[in-house]
């Protein structure tokens, strides 16, 4: 049997930045990502339409043979992943995987700096900043509350921050990112999620106007997958280890391949597929 | 034989002010609006996504009985329309029309404010300010130069403008487009085109930091499609006159919904459809 690939799904190329740590700390497997250009972003739409997008990704990936999926997207995780791992796997693919980023994130910034240890200090209150569509949903909330019942959560909808990052408008961001913060900082939330992939691109500027420590994506998932595949080897045992990347996208724009380069490196090499 | 609708398409709902501009100078006819509001916007992606996306939204206002259909987006006009004007009418529709937004705009510029007189000032710096695509593509220089060989055009891209448009975040354009009007009063622009259906939206603003007189789409659409049907009268005749509005999306989100409000007034109704 062919062994399998580590799939990363994003709307676009903010996946790039979970990609590249992925890379770093888990060098030997295999890798394919997908970015969904053609119709990014994802923060704005409706769950149903985000549903039908993460589903034909979903498929695509493991078609392309994948064994376990890593939905980057904050948004699609908060919107379609449980639908998904409920109901569309156990019926097309019940023997692979689609994990998302919002259970590891809340786990993290839950569990403190000492990771888990038991007596790390509790956080009382939390901070997400994400997407409308992210917001909308209450993923982050329920999570959060699942681990920590009387735990209050505070959310700001931050719907410019994909399209500025997007666009080359990082420096006219500090007082629309100072503005989605207000809500949190008036909250006194004692840690801010940043609940969307394309926010480590603004990570120093959000850390230098939050007033409490961030919580980035960038900086856990590839611990948390380190921990989920040793905890099970019968996946894990399936995937290749050869060390193999390729970056597929659905819409390719010099500007997009400019921007994998700056997320990803210079050889970063984008391929167009159809969904 | 049963009349046929005007169909207006756009990426998003932003042709909703042209949409608007027509219903109420040619209110008799039929018309039927698709904003593509799951994959908006158009503006960064590459001319064959676009393209694809634009036979796509003909196809299906086509079968959804319209006789005629003028393509509002800027982007989808300067990147897609003419290929479908010259491989796919001929072949799938032969007795059927789409028109663009970019020629009938280009000539109420270079006309002057006495619209085609002969005597009218004539103008040798034209400025654009557009979508990345739109500017990419050069159809306004190219149109431009057509009319008047010997005109210079400089135009602008304006990327961030439909996402700020679009997500409640106009009050921090002014810096945004300031920059962006930057070149062309550099350029000494003598008329600035607007050239995206969103931009109506900033109109007041941009007139305020143009420099220069603007040409807006919403201002002049509804003239330039009397003018055609009143030299088209085979085209013409076809057309239902019943005073009917259709508001079609292929997503539909509170925001979209409030925006159809705000935009189209408070009757509008959005109905989901998929392409």
């Not at 998904?84 to 993290?108: A, C, F, M, N």
Request: proline share 6%; net charge positive.
């Amino acid at each position: 049997m062919p062994k399998m690939k580590i799939g990363v799904f994003d709307s676009g190329l903010g996946g790039l930045f979970v990609m590249r740590a992925l890379a770093q700390k888990l060098p030997r497997y295999d890798y394919v990502y997908l970015g969904d250009t053609a119709r990014v972003p994802y923060g704005n739409r409706s769950p149903q339409v985000v549903h039908q997008f993460l589903e034909e990704a979903v498929d695509f990936l493991f078609k392309r043979g994948c064994g376990l999926v890593i939905v980057a997207c904050n948004t699609a995780s908060a919107e379609a992943l449980r639908k998904i791992q409920q109901d569309y796997l156990p019926k097309h693919y019940p023997s692979r995987r689609v994990l998302g980023v919002i259970i590891p994130t809340v786990e993290e910034a839950l569990a403190g700096k000492s990771r888990g240890a038991a007596n790390a200090p509790s956080i009382r209150r939390l901070g997400v900043l994400a997407t409308q569509g992210t917001v909308r949903s209450g993923t982050y909330a329920r999570e959060a509350q699942k681990l920590a019942p009387h735990i209050k959560v505070f959310q700001s909808a931050a719907p410019l921050l994909v399209p500025l990052i997007e666009n080359g408008g990082t420096k006219w961001a500090e007082p629309i990112v100072r503005e989605y913060l207000a809500p949190l900082r008036r909250a006194k939330a004692q840690k801010i999620i940043l609940g969307c992939t394309h926010y480590p691109a603004l990570k120093d500027m959000i850390r230098k106007l939050s007033g409490a420590p961030v919580v980035s994506q960038d900086e856990l998932i590839q611990r948390k997958l380190a921990d989920y595949l040793a905890r099970h080897p019968e996946i894990d045992s399936r995937l290749g280890k050869t060390g193999k990347r390729e970056l597929l996208v659905t819409d390719i724009t010099p500007g997009y391949e400019r921007l994998a380069r700056k997320w990803f490196g210079k050889n970063a090499r984008l391929k167009k597929v159809a969904l």
